[in-house]
C-alpha cells in the first residue's frame, strides 16, 4: 500500500487566447479564466485509480500559490484526493516561482508526509517547462518516470511505460519514486455535484514555503514578455492545380 | 602604440572571457548514430562563447564520438563509455554529468530539447542547485535566453542568474553544425561507476519508418481527425512519398488512435519547422499550432472555411480532402 502525492497547478485554462501586458511584464491574469493544469488532472485521475485498486491507500494534493490555488486543490478533492496541502504564496512572490522552488516543496512534502509515489503532470501549459518531476526526483534522489503513459505497480516497483521521441520506451523503477504524467496515461473524470459538495469537507492544510525551510528568492529574472511574431495572412486558393503551382513557384516541388 | 595598446587589451579581455566561460554539450545518441539535435546543440554552445567539451556516454560511443571528431571550433569530446548507461537512464547519467561538472566547473551545461535532453537536464540542474532554462529559442547573451510560453502564444527574455546555466534548446531554431573543418580531441572518463538499480531500463517499441524523421524533415504532411480513420492515413502516406515528407498528425488524430503518439506535433508534441507544412483536416488549435508555426510555407486543407488554421496558411485549400488530396497527389507526379 502506497502514500501518493499529487502536485496540482492553476492555470489559465487551456482554451483561453491569452493577452500579452502593455508594459510588456507578463500576461494578463485578471479577470481572466483559470482552471487545474490538463496534466495535473491526469496525474489526479491516476493516483485516484490506484486508490481504487487498492494500490494506494491515501491521495494527497498539494499546490502552491495565492488563495485561488484552493480552487483546484478543492476539484482534486472532488476528483478523490483524500487531503490537500496549500502552500501559500503572495500574488506577487507566485509570479517569480519556479520549478526549482516547487520541485523543493515538493519534496519536502514528499518526505514528511512519507509519500511512496510523487505524481506530477508532465509540464505545466504556463510556462511550458517540463522541469518539476525531474528535479523534485533530483532532490530526494528517487528513480524518475516522465511522460508516463502507462503505470503498473509490482511489489516494491512500478512499470512504466514512457512516451519517447521515436515511439515508446518500458522500463522498471524502483519505489519510492516520480512520475510524470503524459496525456495518454488516462481520461480524467469528472467531478460530479455530490463529490464536489463532499470535497468542500475533507481536510486542507495551509502552510508556507517557510514553514518547510524552502527559499523562494527567484533565481531567473523576467527581462520582457512580448508578442510572438505576427504570421503575415496567407490566400485562399480556388483548386489543386493553383495549390501545385504556388507550390512549384515556391521551389517546394520540382 | 596607443591603439595597439588597446588592442592587446582587448584581446586580454576577451580571452579572460572567453576562459571564464565553458560549456558542456551533452551529447544524444542511441549507440548507433549521433542524434541530429545534438548538431543544434553544438550551434547554440558557439552562441554562448567560450571552450565546448561534448560527452558522449553511452553503452556504444564510437559512432557518434566519429560523427562530432572533426567538427570545428571544439575543444574536447569526453567519452563515458559503459554498461551502466543502458537506456540513458537518467539516474545513471545525472551523477556522471555532476563529477564531470565538478571536476571542470564549465558555466554552461547545454543539450538539446528532446526526451532525452528533457528528462535529464532538469535532475541534473536539481543536484546542482541551479534552476534550469527549458527550451530556449534564441540566445541574446551568456546569461539572457529566449523561450517561448502558453503554447508559442508569448516570447519571454529571461536572465539565469545561478552561476551554472543548464540549458535545453530547441533544435529548429538553430541551424546544425556542419561538424567539420576541424579536428577534435579525445578523451576517456572513467564511467562504470554509475551503475544504477533504482531504474532499469527494459525495451523500446520504436515506431518503424521509412520516412524521414519528423523532427528534421524538410517537408511535413499532417492529418487531423478529419481523415476519420487510421487506414486513411493511407493517403497521406502517398502524398508524402512523392514529396519524401514526414508524416505527422494533431492530437485528436492520436487519441482517436489513428496514429501513434510519436508523430503528434503541438505543444506537448514535437516542435517543428519544415519548409513546407501541409496540414490535411486539421482545425488549427491553439497547442497544434504551437508545433508547427514556424514553418516556412504552410498549407491547409480544410472544407470548413472558418478552422483557425486558415489564418496561419500561407495557402489554404477549401476543400474535401478525400478529393483534394489524391488529386494533388496525382498532380505531383
Given amino acids: 500500500m502506497a502514500r501518493v502525492l499529487v502536485g496540482v497547478k492553476r492555470v489559465i485554462d487551456y482554451a483561453v487566447k491569452i493577452r500579452v501586458k502593455p508594459d510588456k511584464t507578463g500576461v494578463v491574469t485578471d479577470g481572466v479564466k483559470h482552471s487545474m493544469n490538463p496534466f495535473d488532472e491526469i496525474a489526479i485521475e491516476e493516483a485516484v485509480r490506484m486508490k481504487e485498486q487498492k494500490v494506494a491507500n491515501e491521495v494527497i494534493a498539494v499546490s502552491c500559490g495565492p488563495q485561488q490555488a484552493q480552487d483546484v486543490l478543492r476539484t482534486a478533492l472532488a476528483m478523490g484526493a483524500d487531503k490537500a496541502i496549500h502552500v501559500e504564496v503572495p500574488a506577487k512572490e507566485y509570479e517569480t516561482l519556479q520549478p526549482i522552488h516547487v520541485s523543493k516543496i515538493l519534496a519536502k512534502l514528499a518526505q514528511n508526509e512519507k509519500a511512496d509515489l510523487v505524481i506530477l503532470g508532465k509540464q505545466a501549459i504556463d510556462d511550458d517547462c517540463n522541469q518539476t518531476a525531474q528535479m523534485t526526483a533530483g532532490f530526494l534522489n528517487w528513480p524518475q518516470a516522465t511522460f508516463a503513459s502507462k503505470v503498473e505497480k509490482q511489489d516494491g516497483h512500478i512499470l512504466v511505460k514512457r512516451e519517447i521521441d521515436g515511439g515508446l520506451e518500458n522500463i522498471k523503477c524502483k519505489l519510492p519514486a516520480v512520475i510524470s504524467a503524459d496525456l495518454r496515461l488516462n481520461e480524467p473524470r469528472y467531478a460530479t455535484l455530490p463529490n464536489i459538495m463532499k470535497a468542500k469537507k475533507k481536510p486542507l492544510t495551509k502552510m508556507t514555503p517557510k514553514d518547510l525551510g524552502v527559499d523562494i528568492t527567484p533565481r531567473i529574472k523576467i527581462v520582457k514578455v512580448e508578442d510572438p511574431p505576427v504570421r503575415q495572412a496567407g490566400a485562399i486558393i480556388p483548386d489543386v492545380d493553383t495549390l501545385v503551382t504556388k507550390l512549384k513557384e515556391k521551389g517546394h516541388v520540382a | ?333
Fill in chain 2, 1 to 333: 602604440m596607443l591603439c595597439n595598446r588597446t588592442r592587446h587589451l582587448i584581446y586580454q579581455f576577451s580571452s579572460q572571457a572567453r576562459r571564464l566561460q565553458s560549456t558542456l554539450v551533452i551529447a544524444e545518441h542511441d549507440n548507433k548514430s549521433l542524434s541530429p539535435i545534438t548538431q543544434s546543440a553544438i550551434t547554440a554552445a558557439k552562441k554562448l562563447g567560450g571552450d565546448i567539451t561534448v560527452l558522449v556516454a553511452g553503452e556504444q560511443c564510437k559512432p557518434a564520438v566519429e560523427a562530432i571528431a572533426k567538427a570545428s571550433g571544439l575543444s574536447k569530446i569526453l567519452i563515458a563509455e559503459s554498461a551502466a548507461f543502458k537506456g540513458f537512464t537518467p539516474e545513471s547519467l545525472a551523477p556522471l554529468v555532476v563529477d564531470i561538472q565538478k571536476k571542470s566547473n564549465f558555466t554552461h551545461i547545454v543539450s538539446g530539447a528532446s526526451a532525452f535532453g528533457k528528462a535529464l537536464l532538469p535532475r541534473i540542474a536539481a543536484t546542482l542547485d541551479v534552476s534550469p532554462v527549458s527550451d530556449i529559442i534564441g540566445v541574446q547573451s551568456a546569461d539572457t535566453f529566449v523561450r517561448s510560453i502558453y503554447a508559442g502564444n508569448a516570447i519571454q527574455t529571461v536572465t539565469a542568474t545561478d552561476p551554472i546555466k543548464v540549458i535545453t534548446i530547441r533544435g529548429t531554431n538553430f541551424e546544425a553544425d556542419n561538424l567539420e573543418g576541424g579536428s577534435v580531441a579525445q578523451e576517456t572518463v572513467a564511467a562504470d561507476s554509475y551503475k544504477t538499480d533504482s531504474t532499469e531500463f527494459i525495451s523500446q517499441e520504436l515506431s518503424k519508418s521509412d520516412r524521414p524523421d519528423l523532427s528534421s524533415a524538410s517537408v511535413v504532411v499532417s492529418g487531423g481527425r478529419g481523415l476519420k480513420s487510421g487506414d486513411n492515413f493511407k493517403l497521406l502516406y502517398d502524398l508524402a512519398d512523392k514529396l519524401n515528407a514526414a508524416v505527422g498528425a494533431s492530437r485528436a488524430a492520436v487519441d482517436a488512435g489513428f496514429v501513434p503518439n510519436d508523430l503528434q506535433v503541438g505543444q506537448t508534441g514535437k516542435i517543428i519547422a519544415p519548409d513546407l507544412y501541409i496540414a490535411v483536416g486539421i482545425s488549427g488549435a491553439i497547442q497544434h499550432l504551437a508545433g508547427m508555426k514556424d514553418s516556412k510555407t504552410i498549407v491547409a486543407i480544410n472544407k470548413d472555411p472558418e478552422a483557425p488554421i486558415f489564418q496561419v496558411a500561407d495557402y489554404g485549400l477549401v476543400a474535401d480532402l478525400f478529393k483534394a488530396v489524391p488529386e494533388l497527389t496525382e498532380k505531383l507526379k
